[in-house]
């Protein structure tokens, strides 16, 4: 790897660690009652207004995000030169997570007013799709073509 795709891997991976830093930082936060808790568990309708809202969050977002950006790594970062296509890179990786990170946030925000497992289950499923954007050297030069 040369420079430029050095320095692109280590901002992916700092993108990365503070992807997984916000929701245990909110994760704290509920667990030591700095924010309410279980406001809504009694509440059935709101409940199921939360919980819907998660959902379709998950459902809708999850694979957008991850289709966005293999269109967008064929249209635009392929076809650009090699240092515009490392700005694209990270500035479309750092969208795909960041779509991410709105379900992971909404859905563990449900998971703590309501006490139910839906919007735990969601925020997993968020949580598992990020697994396909984690980065890695050979997989930067492959989506890349650096080979």
Known sequence: MDLNSTSLYKTLK???????ALPFLMMIGFETDLLPVGIYADDARMQYLLETVGILSAIAIVPVSLKLFAYVLKKKIDPADLLRAFTLYARWSAIRLLLLEVVILINLFIYYLTFDSVGGLCALIGATASFFCMPGKTKIQKELNLE
């Open 14 to 20: 700092i993108q990365y660690v503070v992807f997984w």
